[in-house]
């Protein structure tokens, strides 16, 4: 599975972005997907995840209630809708794949990775 991030911009505090993860490789429906962020001088941390099927999912408290992750696994796509965005969103953002049937949220987890959107949110 190789994947490609795409959909960051500039935007201002309240408005939306969609950020999209394609996959290619046969085995994606097998996968789950997270997004991670990264901003400048932190750490890489879990921004949401989705389980294969879809119906696992998993918010850091930060984003729960304006962001939305979800997947189509006949398009081989993962979207992250992010609502109401705020200056603290602002990080490069990365979709990764992890070949587990479960709902991992630990970085180490994820062995395939996307190579990036930058989000930036002005105020």
């Known amino acids: 599975v190789q994947l490609q991030a795409s959909g960051g911009g500039l935007v201002q505090a309240g408005d939306s972005l969609r950020l999209s993860c394609e996959a290619s490789?046969?085995?994606?429906?097998?996968?789950?997907v997270a997004w991670f962020r990264q901003a400048p001088g932190k750490e890489r941390d879990v921004v949401c995840a989705?389980?294969?099927?879809?119906?696992?999912?998993y918010y850091t408290d930060s984003v729960k209630g304006r962001f939305t992750v979800s997947r189509d696994n006949t398009k081989r796509t993962v979207w992250l809708q992010m609502n109401d965005l705020k200056p603290e969103d602002t990080a490069v953002y990365y979709c990764?794949?992890?070949?587990?049937?479960?709902?991992?949220?630990?970085?180490?987890?994820?062995?395939?990775w996307g190579q990036g959107t930058l989000v930036t949110v002005s105020s």
């Open positions: 990764a794949a992890a070949n587990d049937y479960g709902l991992p949220i630990i970085r180490s987890r994820y062995t395939k």
């Open positions: 490789g046969r085995s994606f429906a097998n996968y789950a």
């Open positions: 989705i389980s294969w099927s879809g119906i696992g999912i």
